[in-house]
């Protein structure tokens, strides 16, 4: 920890302190919702918001933490990769595990992609029809 010239904590160790327990709450958080949401698609968005979120706090306290260029640019790549990747992997990987069955849990009102893939396969039946007269 670097002090100030008072021989206090500096503005940057507060920071990290603050980005470090932030995220590691996301984490925390998004661990029990793993286990007491109800269903794969509750689950999923628990844990992308921990990858996100969470992760992002802990290696941006950590650059603030290690304060050098590399610590720093590595930091930052990552989350930036992080927030690339994570929402889209979770899209997809919903979009698998509504194709394979999964049911919904009780308390979900609209199933929007339901609706979708019923339009698509009436577009294909109609072409197969029409493509083959």
């Known amino acids: 920890m ?3 010239s ?3 904590r500096s503005l940057s160790d507060l920071l990290a302190a603050v980005l470090l327990l932030g ?3 996301f984490m925390l958080v998004a661990s029990i ?3 007491r949401l109800p269903d794969v698609y509750c ?3 628990a844990a992308t918001k921990a990858t996100t979120f969470g992760m992002g706090g802990i290696l941006l306290g950590a650059s603030l933490i290690f304060w050098s260029a590399t610590v720093t640019t590595q930091a930052l790549l990552a989350v930036f990769f992080l927030f690339l990747t994570a929402p889209v992997a979770a899209h997809l990987i919903s979009r698998a595990a509504y194709k394979r069955g999964p049911d919904l849990c009780a ?3 609209h199933d929007e992609y339901g609706k979708y893939l019923e339009g698509q396969k009436s577009e294909e039946k109609s072409a ?3 493509g083959d007269a």
Do not use: A, P, W
């Open 107 to 109: 308390e979900t009102t």
């Open 2 to 4: 670097r002090s100030s």
């Open 6 to 8: 008072r021989g206090g």
């Open 128 to 130: 197969k029809q029409y």
């Open 33 to 35: 919702g793993l286990i």
């Open 43 to 45: 689950r999923m968005h």
């Open 23 to 25: 995220g590691s709450f």
